[in-house]
């Protein structure tokens, strides 16, 4: 189907990126980014221009191909991921930030992708996510034709845990993304932070492998390199589940 989609010279979703990343992109910290369902790309090539290491995921060879020809003809490079989202694995503390827009899915494959995003963050990474609600069957201008493959704040809520909601609406709001989303839209946005946490080193400092202390936690110790002895900032925004 998204090869067939993905099969004209032009771009189904044009070459701009989506408006919520990129009036939002800032928020994601500088390093490599994961972009999922990223189709032909328009969204990581985005991304890489600002600075980012970008790597884009997609069933579609097709339109992974096209994504490499955009980072081309912007002078930038991206690294690309030929896989369905049903079996792809994230990894485990990898990225500064997750990026998924549009990326609907059956219910049980999304809940299980949404259930490892917290932790293929790095401490302090960033999930941006923008999707249509079941609202946007009225409307017809994109997106599945089924509710179940929809998102609304419930259930982001449900199916990711682990990470702190900075921003968390549905909205109304004019979608134009070449001919495949075409005009007035109902979305569920979000950004999501992955905690950062503060170490105490203990005692035995200078051995190559030394012990960690949560200092939240005031114990639990736990093995660790020395690039964890280095303090991070914690983000202190008590902003949740803006509307």
Known sequence: MWDERFSDDSYFYGTQPNDFLKYNFHTIPQGEVLCLAE????????????GYQVTAVDSSA???????????????????????????????????????IFCHLPPDIRRQLHGRLAEALLP??????????????????????????????????????GLSFRHLQETERDVIEGIGHTGHAAVVQAIATRDNRRFAVSANRGKAVHKMRYVESGGGEASGD??????????????TDKD
Do not use: H
């Open 124 to 161: 302090g990474g960033v999930l941006l996510l923008e999707a249509y609600t079941p609202a946007q069957l009225q409307f017809k201008t994109g997106g599945p034709p089924v509710a179940d493959m929809m998102m609304s704040r419930e259930i982001l809520k449900e199916e990711i845990s």
């Open 226 to 239: 020395c690039r964890l002895c280095v303090p991070m900032v914690t983000d202190d925004s008590t902003e």
């Open 62 to 100: 097709v339109g992974l191909k096209k994504a490499r020809q955009l980072a081309t003809d912007r002078g930038v490079q991206i690294k690309t991921i030929e896989a369905d989202l049903a079996e792809f694995d994230p990894g485990q503390q990898r990225w500064s930030g997750i990026v998924s």
């Open 39 to 50: 189709g032909e790309g328009r969204n990581a090539v985005f991304l890489a221009e600002q």
